[in-house]
């Protein structure tokens, strides 16, 4: 269960350590806690501009914990440019140099995953997935994927007769389950690794200006319905947010939650001495209230 195997053959720890929002000068010293801590698997993305603090986290901790590169799971992420926001969308060239250029800030030779952030524009998704593919080919990135893909957007890249994306990371948690895309995302071989897991905590990004634009929202909903995670955490003894996290595990999702608090990095490690029942589970199953915060993805069949 600490691990899932991923469509190339490789191994995903099923705890891996979220970077977003953790600024480039403060995040090397979180990373080699997360990694003293235990955890094996670190995500980052170009766009969170903290790939060198990240980088230096890692060499950090191989070096005080004594690990070899091998025995870290790293994954960044394409950003590939939108041009309804003024950006240019990246091609397949530009795709691939922007992966080298995450290497060199990570110092790192290969990622272990490589996702393409968003699928923003529909005339340049082939085209960076076909720069994904060559990285893949290069041994840059020993698995690739995508995040926030619906299954409209998966269904392009099938059409196309390229490789299929082993990993699709979005936003899951007690309140966003998706079913139809995880349904198909298992039918397809893609593992869903779940980002945002903690939203139904009131402490989810509560920082000063680290709010998406449907907390407050979601906040005021999840008043109602924060006591169930408070019954099970007292029932097994632990947090409510490794209530939420263990859930995660238990369908089968790797899960990345981002701390910055020392204590909440090792206690939202502690997710592998304790199991949901199935009552818990099942009564968690029902609280689905669709769409995300941290992203909104409408329908999962539709292409935009
Ligand atoms: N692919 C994508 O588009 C995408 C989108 C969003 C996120 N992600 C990835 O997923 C990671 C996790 O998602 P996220 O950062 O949105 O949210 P998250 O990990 O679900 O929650 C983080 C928030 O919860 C708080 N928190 C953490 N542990 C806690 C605990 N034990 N008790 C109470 N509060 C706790 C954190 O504050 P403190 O730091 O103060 O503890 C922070 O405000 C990101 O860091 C990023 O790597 C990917």
Redesign the pocket.
């Known amino acids: 269960m600490n691990t899932r195997t991923l469509a190339t053959g490789a191994e995903i720890p099923c705890l891996g350590f979220?970077?977003?929002?953790i600024a480039d000068d403060e995040v090397a010293g979180v990373v080699s806690e997360a990694i003293r801590a235990g955890y094996r698997h670190i995500?980052?993305?170009e766009a969170?501009q903290n790939e060198s603090g990240v980088g230096a986290g890692i060499r950090q901790a191989l070096a005080s914990e004594g690990l070899t590169r091998g025995e870290l799971f790293v994954t960044t992420?394409l950003w590939p440019g939108n041009p309804a926001w003024g950006q240019p969308a990246k091609t397949t060239e530009t795709t691939v140099a922007s992966l080298h250029e995450s290497l060199e800030r990570l110092g790192l030779d290969y990622v272990d995953l490589y996702?393409i952030?968003?699928p923003f524009d529909p005339g340049d998704r082939l085209a960076q997935w076909r720069g994904l593919v060559e990285l893949h080919r290069h041994g840059k990135a020993r698995s690739i994927g995508v995040?926030?893909f619906s299954i409209g957007h998966i269904e392009e890249l099938k059409a196309s007769g390229l490789p299929m994306p082993v990993v699709n990371?979005i936003?899951l948690?007690p309140w966003s389950q998706k079913p139809e895309l995880v349904r198909y995302l298992n039918d397809n071989a893609i593992t869903p690794v779940a980002?945002?897991?903690?939203?139904p905590?009131s402490?989810?990004?509560?920082?000063e200006g680290?709010a998406s634009a449907k907390t407050d929202q979601m906040r005021a909903e999840g008043e109602r319905s924060e006591g169930p995670f408070k019954v099970m955490a007292t029932k097994y003894g632990v947090?409510?947010?490794?209530v939420l996290l263990r859930w995660a595990i238990q369908k089968g999702y790797p899960v990345?939650?981002?701390?910055?608090?020392p204590d909440?990095i090792r206690?939202?490690a502690d997710i592998f001495s304790f199991s949901l029942d199935d009552e818990d589970m099942a009564t968690i199953e029902k609280m689905d209230r669709g769409d995300g915060v941290?992203?909104e993805m409408g329908d999962p069949t539709k292409v935009v």
């Open positions: 979220g970077t977003y929002l995500d980052t993305a969170y992420k996702l952030h968003a995040s926030n990371e936003e948690h980002y945002s897991s903690l939203v905590l402490t989810w990004r509560s920082a680290q947090s409510e947010a490794q990345i939650p981002k701390s910055t608090n909440r206690t939202n941290a992203w």
